[in-house]
């Protein structure tokens, strides 16, 4: 009882809210990029916020339905259609036994979380479902999901086929097409030229080709360092920004080291991953500096808004 | 003198100088083993590197004030009672030597390939850091004498428990990875074992011997440990 994979797509794993309490053994935490969809599709479902779904990436994978299930589908808007037929994210959706959910054109961002009602089931490895894909471990067998796997579910929904056709206030999920990510200075911020810095927040950057769950490799203008300086390898996270010695910027994104030796001029704050989990190669991103307090006030605005969405749902289910 | 200062919005940075040295390790070490012992609220995991310990913190829980205070107080009180004996632990490493790059090692320093063997397993080593992939250790303490440049160009492919040495440092690959590193041997051991209770085989702040094996011996510590 679960579904089948018909075409992998892109790149599609199962992930959560990712693996804590290991990066000191070098065990990185891996997660689903865009963490805010994950955990609306599960409320969606009055699943766990951290349930494991799966995070399918532009081009999306082709997924057939071998038993009935309530679904959710969140995140970047790919054209989900199920036998064909559009079918809406950002609500439950019963997918009948036989049917077939495939993915059509990129409208908005680049990668959809599918969660089901129960969740899958696997095995967690280090106290998550995570897949750590350079290692081999965590998810479905430690890597993403191939031709002709199989997943199958903890439950099946087993309420009528009603309809769920109750719409929900979203505001709370970002819109996508902005260009402007809002940092924190890094911890080598300092150590850049004032030309560089300020080239920094005036030009655009473009993501490269070079991008992935480990990291974006941008392109744009150099950054310079006042003098060079070799650096002692030390933590970093998902959203710092990194400079190699070419000048160029890359940015972490979940799947990165859990250290790094080269300058962190820059630090993504955690309310904005989600609009830089769902962009693609090609973008352009302006970086717009903040202070620490407005970077937490964003998320706890935004924990605020999960909070009341979690009642408004709870109430549904009841 | 020690710095603290925030790495984005849910973590703080606590740096101990810009040297390495045993007694920065010292205090990093002591650190986490305060952390280990007197957690505080949001608190989510720390990583200690070479001269810093990263912490990182829930920022719906605390704030990054309150977060830097009780750093703060945990330092001083630190300060106070002084750094942890060194208690290390000390792990040996069975190595089969004779890895591809032996003989380069060996040419590169002038010395026979027995002489690096020799000074390789006669250091004691400390675990500075483990990253750059799960398990993989930061050693310190290479002889100079053997101390040699990355390869020009990183093979596509290294295999776990491979030896290998990278400027002044030494360190074992601990998975299959692509890697620069000069390969004198192989260690029969699982450096890192996601199944495992504790599945990195080596923790910061631990000592590290190598002890030269044949190749019979090599075969039996594998069938070991995989569980023959």
Known sequence: MGIKIIKAGLQTTVQDLGRTGYRKDGIIVSGAMDTLALQIGNLLLGNEMGEAGLECTLPGPKILFETAQLVALTGGDMSPLVDGLTVKMWRPVYVKKGSVLSFGAAVQGCRTYLTVFGGFKLHAVLGSYSTFLKAGFGGYKGQALKNEDTLSFNRIYKGTEKLFNWSLDLKLYPELDGEMIRVLKGPEYHLFTEQSLALLEEEKYQITNDADRMGYRLQGAALRMTEAKEMLSSAVCFGTVQVTPDGSAIILMADHQTTGGYPRVLQVITADLTRLAQMKSGQQIRFRLVTLAEARAALLLREKQIKQLKQAITFKYI | ?228
């Open chain 2, 1 to 228: 003198m020690n710095k603290i200062y925030p790495l984005g919005d849910s973590a703080i940075v606590l740096e101990f100088g810009q040297e390495i040295s045993e007694e920065t390790h010292q205090l990093i070490h002591t650190v986490c083993l305060f952390l280990d012992e007197y957690s505080f609220e949001g608190f989510i995991e720390y990583v200690p590197a070479f001269t810093t310990v990263t912490i990182f913190y829930d920022p719906l829980v605390s704030d990054y004030q309150a977060t830097e205070s009780l750093l703060q107080e945990m330092l001083e009180e630190i300060a106070e009672t002084g750094a942890e004996e060194d208690t290390a632990v000390t792990v040996e490493i069975p190595v089969l030597y004779g890895g591809p790059d032996l003989s380069f090692v060996a040419a590169h320093a002038g010395l026979t390939e027995e002489e690096v063997i020799n000074l390789h397993t006669s250091g004691e080593y400390l675990v500075h850091m483990i990253g750059f992939a799960p398990g993989f250790p930061y050693l310190g303490g290479l002889n100079e004498k053997i101390a040699v440049p990355r390869k020009q160009t990183p093979r596509n492919s290294v295999p776990a428990g491979s030896v290998g040495i990278a400027g002044q440092q030494t360190g074992i690959y601990s998975i299959e990875t692509p890697g620069g590193w000069q390969i004198i041997g192989q260690t029969p051991l699982d450096l890192f074992d996601a199944e495992r209770e504790q599945p990195s085989l080596l923790r910061a702040g631990n000592k590290v011997r190598f002890v030269a094996i044949d190749a019979l011996e090599f075969q039996m510590l594998k069938g070991e440990v995989d569980g023959y």
